[in-house]
């Protein structure tokens, strides 16, 4: 099966290796305007490359505002497409990109890789099959420092838009989407860059679950800490390991930390006078990119449904808006109701 991948940058190249690392899959070209070495024909756009090969999908890891147009040119060629998070830069769009694949009847998927992490499927099963018991809140913590040259590097990191809600918040609001349900209020505060950028450099938010459920979560580009998905899953070698949790999910029976999957429950019965001890849940350990590869090639065989939908990833681009919404206006943002977000909005 034979795989294009569109942007050649830091997630562009990881996908290209966890290609190589799957049977049966073969990378078939690459598109990337700017210089890059590659062991396939390099294109200057996805025009050119689909004028010169057939491909039996496409990877976009392009910056989030070119997500639409290449989805939009995948899918009128009837190729299925794997879309890097966020599935566009706004709802809106997003849901035009739906629309369109409904249309041509073209499979899309959303690149939140986690969900295909051994850890993360290992937690949401946990919490199916009621280990906590009734799920009641989330604590989740994403800290860390981004070096200024990651910004001097592409500029675009600088913009309104485009801080750490959008950019590394969208995966953390994700999984808890996929362990807890639907969100339906949202409420939040960010602060202004330390180093002057256009955007946020953090933010919190309260988010109120159908289930009844309340999770606490913030965000920072600019806060040297150990409590990040990057630093403490060991999902990606570049970043340093630290042996910490970044999420805690507490229920009515016990509480889960991961990514060290600990369960904690008391000892005969329920009871703060009662000791409470963790167990180390067990857990198998592979590349959740190279696993989202797999599952890509499953979809466009037809041997597999996608995992994270176009839908699942609009629903979570929806919970970012209404963060920045809730944020900007210092209103409580209700999802799903119009009347609401239209007040949220001022208009």
């Known amino acids: 099966m034979k795989l294009a991948v569109v942007g050649a940058g830091l997630v562009g ?23 890059t070495e590659q062991s396939v024909p390099v294109f200057a756009s996805l025009e050119d490359m689909f004028a010169a090969v057939d491909v039996d999908g ?14 939009m040119a995948c899918m009128d060629r009837g190729v299925p497409v794997l879309i890097e998070k966020p599935l566009a830069a ?69 913009k309104a838009g485009a801080g750490p809600i959008s950019v590394n918040l969208v995966h953390d609001v994700d999984l808890m989407r996929y362990f807890l349900g639907e969100v339906v ?14 955007n946020e450099d953090l933010a919190a938010a ?5 289930s009844g459920a309340v999770c606490t979560i913030t965000v920072s580009d600019s806060i ?48 703060w006078w009662n000791p409470i001890k963790a167990t180390a849940m067990p857990v198998s350990s592979s590349d959740p990119l190279i696993n989202q590869i797999a599952h890509f ?18 629903k979570t681009l929806r919970v970012i808006e209404a963060i920045q919404i809730a944020a900007h206006t210092q209103t409580t943002v209700h999802l799903g109701n119009d009347v609401a977000k239209s007040v949220a909005l001022g208009e």
């Open 224 to 271: 040297a800490s150990p409590w990040s998905w990057e630093l403490t899953s060991r999902e990606y070698p570049i970043y340093p390991a630290t042996n910490e949790s970044c999420y805690l999910i507490g229920g009515s029976e016990g509480a889960l930390s991961i990514p060290d999957m600990r369960l904690w429950q008391h000892e005969g019965g329920t009871s």
């Open 90 to 158: 706004s709802a809106d769009d997003a849901q035009g990109l739906i629309d369109r694949a409904r249309e041509k009847d073209v499979a899309i998927l959303v690149g939140h890789h986690r969900r295909h992490n051994p850890i993360i499927q290992k937690t949401a099963e946990l919490i199916k099959e009621g280990a906590i018991g009734q799920p009641r809140a989330a604590q989740v913590t994403c800290w860390f420092y981004k070096p200024d040259d990651y910004f001097d590097v592409a500029p675009w990191r600088k």
């Open 185 to 198: 209020t949202v409420q939040a505060q960010t602060a202004p860059s330390l180093r002057g950028f256009e």
């Open 13 to 35: 190249q990881r996908h290209i290796a966890a290609i190589g690392q799957v049977d049966g899959v073969e990378l078939a070209a690459v598109v990337e305007p700017g210089p």
């Open 297 to 314: 090639e499953d979809v466009i065989r037809g041997r597999a449904k996608p995992l994270v939908t176009g839908e699942e990833g609009l």
């Open 58 to 71: 496409v990877i976009l890891s392009t910056p989030t505002l070119m997500h639409v147009d290449g989805g």
């Open 206 to 210: 309260v988010l109120r679950f159908e």
